[in-house]
């Protein structure tokens, strides 16, 4: 992967399945359907006898674009719970998702990855990403810097030059290698997305890919 950043992948296509509930993956995209029963529930599921594979709902993400999901879970909350907080000193909804969005912009920057236009990061890399989570709140706007900020991030990953990955870089106080730091600008977007998950659930929102399957 190091040599050769940009050759094909040769898991083009995979599927998962566990107890019922299946997922396939194709050149970027990701279709998944849920079966009768809940993974984390035990016993046998109510309906499991009228239940038919035919019948389940199916939900396609592009991966490419959208590698954690994080923009169908922001899609699914309502406008007003954009600026709820589960508590004083804690970031909100929109505070959180400009917080990822702000993280993909600024761990390439840190590299030496141009950030996209208009979305330039200043010399204090950390007092933009705060002003970015204070001034832009409103729902659409948002979702667009997300979705801009996450093509920037998988394109400055995938353009990087594979010889300077082992190159060593300090990293908020640490040593480490800049493959590393490209590493966490991609688990970071999947740390968020479960306090954001759980953000949905405290007020009765469902993860769209988790939603109840029809009756």
């Known amino acids: 992967i190091r040599d050769s950043p940009h050759a094909e992948g040769r898991k083009t296509t995979q599927f ?51 590698w954690s999901q994080a923009n169908d879970l922001a899609e699914a909350m309502p406008e007003e719970l954009f600026t709820w907080r589960p508590a004083d000193g804690v970031r909100s909804t929109s505070e959180t998702i400009m917080h990822v969005a702000g993280a993909n912009l600024m761990m390439p920057a840190m590299l030496g990855a141009t950030p996209p236009e208009g979305m330039e990061m200043s010399e204090d890399m950390m007092a ?30 995938g353009d990087y030059p594979a010889e300077q990955l082992g190159d060593e870089v300090e990293f908020f106080g640490m040593k480490m290698t800049k493959g590393g730091v490209l590493l966490i600008l991609l688990s970071h977007s999947h740390e968020h997305l479960g306090q954001l998950i759980a953000y949905a659930r405290s007020n009765d929102v469902v993860p769209p890919w988790s939603a109840p399957q029809p009756e």
């Open 16 to 66: 998962f399945d566990i107890m019922a509930s299946r997922g396939v993956y194709h050149d970027g995209w990701m279709a998944s359907a849920r079966g009768p029963r809940e993974p984390w529930v035990g016993g046998i599921p109510k309906g499991i006898r009228e239940w038919s594979p035919l019948t389940d709902k199916w939900e396609l993400y592009y991966l490419e674009e959208d």
């Open 128 to 157: 933009k990403m705060q002003e970015m989570e204070k001034n832009i709140t409103a729902k659409a706007d948002v979702i667009a810097r997300l979705q801009k900020s996450m093509a920037y991030g998988k394109s400055a990953i």
